[in-house]
């Protein structure tokens, strides 16, 4: 089955710096990559999603870069604010469209 | 629209009952999961399914069933809670096609101890 690994465990910023989380993904047959921020205590949040026939894509200060020779996909924050604190989360779909795998996640601390 | 809703959001239970997680969806949504997420761990696929009657495993099934006899409804049954189940638990839906297409829509969760 797909495994996905997620580095760094944790990440320390400073406001207004930029942030870049990256995951690797085993299966090349995975066609889809989200991004999932999360905060304490609640439901995980998609903030970006990119498919495998496209190598970047943007929104706002958020960018998602795939390498699908590579594997490798990642997650650039520009601009931190205190409010991107939170843990983030990569995921990877292969299969089916009800089936993710998702990475361990990385606490992102962004201070003022 | 509710969109995805979860009951209850919290359950202690000892351990060897059993008991059923509640999940609904109002979007009409083919494809519909269950995951669990440990302390400072990523969400874990448990159960999934791709319409109504017909339900897959995923990484972690063991100890859990699941059915699908309607579009909205997929409920999680806990058949003999052990420790290891204590866990929060999180129900989501997805549409095939649309402008919404592949996007995972999670509930709130069910925060679940089991002693």
């Known amino acids: 089955g797909e495994n996905v690994e997620q580095h760094p465990s944790t990440l320390s910023v400073q406001e207004g710096d930029s942030a870049v989380i990256k995951c690797t993904y085993s299966d090349s047959a995975s066609n889809y990559f989200p991004w999932y921020k999360q905060e304490l205590g609640k439901r995980p949040q998609l903030i970006i999603d990119?498919?495998?026939?496209?190598g970047e894509k943007k929104d706002q200060r958020i960018a998602v870069t795939l390498n699908k020779t590579a594997k490798h996909f990642s997650l650039h924050i520009t601009e931190t604010q205190p409010e991107d604190s939170a843990v983030y989360f990569c995921a990877a779909r292969s299969t089916s469209y009800g089936k993710l795998t998702f990475g361990q996640g990385t606490i992102l601390t962004v201070h003022p | 629209n509710a969109g995805v809703t979860q009951t209850p959001k919290f359950q202690v239970l000892k351990t060897g009952q059993s008991m059923t997680l509640q999940c609904a969806q109002d979007m009409n949504h083919e494809y519909m999961s269950w995951y669990r997420q440990d302390p400072g761990m990523g969400l874990r696929l448990i159960h999934y399914s791709v319409g109504a009657g017909i339900t897959d495993q995923g990484e972690v099934p063991n100890g859990y069933n699941v059915s699908r006899s309607t579009t909205e409804d997929f409920p999680l049954r806990l058949l003999s809670a052990a420790p290891s189940q204590t866990s929060v638990y999180f129900c989501a839906s997805t549409p095939r096609g649309g402008p919404k297409d592949n996007e995972q829509f999670f509930g709130p969760g069910t925060r679940l101890t089991v002693l």
């Open positions: 990119i498919r495998s026939n496209v």
